[in-house]
């Protein structure tokens, strides 16, 4: 796999990481040949770094091949803890899901997909699971589209250019036009609506959550089941729960924004959400 990178760049680390991404839904355990092809690496070179990582506790021999340790979400977490966000989020997300006994989730934007940084679930059957470190195509969820909305059009460009590292087909695959008027619905209503466009049975809705400059930093939704609950359940029931949560929320963020960084320091991870986010 060849690079546009500078005199720093740790190619190395980039292999490792490369190893370490293979590994997806479905595909836990992966053997040394099919690693390499999949990265595009020697095989003598992927041994090496199979070997390291397991020293490390990352990696572990398996059937016939090589899996994944629960420690590798270390290095997920380590990045949700520093921004303190489920901490802050977590008993407004409970309290939504006691009212409207429906999973909501809160997700980022990380290239041309969102990424799932918190989530409060109830026992429901769905067509797609769904954790913490979840990805999915960003146009075709309603956290999605209101975390593309909040960016001008070169960011939009830019990001829409990066291929969804999700694995996932979603039913709804816009043109350019189609998603630019959604997007601009809603900015216009300020939450945006998902009926079964990533996968049939899966209707949400979601809104903006803001740090303490009115940035949008974050998305945060409810899920439903399209059998269970009607489109106008979900936005005249539902909605106006949500959009309080996300007012809270974003309330709680602003007002750590406030603090003095020494107030800051004694919670654990806690980085003032006005000052760096993503």
Known sequence: MTREAGPDFIEALARGLDVLRCFRAGRPVLTLSEIAAATGLA?????????????????????????????????????????????????????????????????????????????????????????????????????????????????????????????????WQPERDELDRTLREVRARGWALADQDLAPGIRSVATGVRNGDGKVVAAVNVTVHAAETSVEKLTEDHLPRLLRTAADISRDWALLDTLPISVHEPRRGVVPLGVRLP
């Open 43 to 171: 095989r003598p070179t992927v041994r090496r770094i199979l070997l390291t990582l397991d020293e490390l506790g990352y990696v572990r021999s398996a059937d016939r091949g090589f899996a994944l340790t629960p420690r590798v979400l270390e290095l997920g977490m380590s990045y949700i803890n520093s921004l303190n966000m489920w901490e802050i989020a977590e008993p407004h997300m409970r309290r939504l899901v006691d009212q409207t006994n429906e999973s909501s989730s809160m997700a980022q934007l990380d290239g041309n997909d969102i990424v799932y940084v918190a989530r409060v679930a109830v026992p429901k059957i769905v067509t797609l699971a769904v954790t913490v470190g979840t990805r999915f195509p960003a146009a075709a969820t309603s956290m999605g589209k209101i975390l593309l909305a909040a960016l001008d059009q070169a960011e939009l460009t830019a990001v829409l250019a990066e291929p969804t590292r999700s694995g996932i087909t979603p039913w």
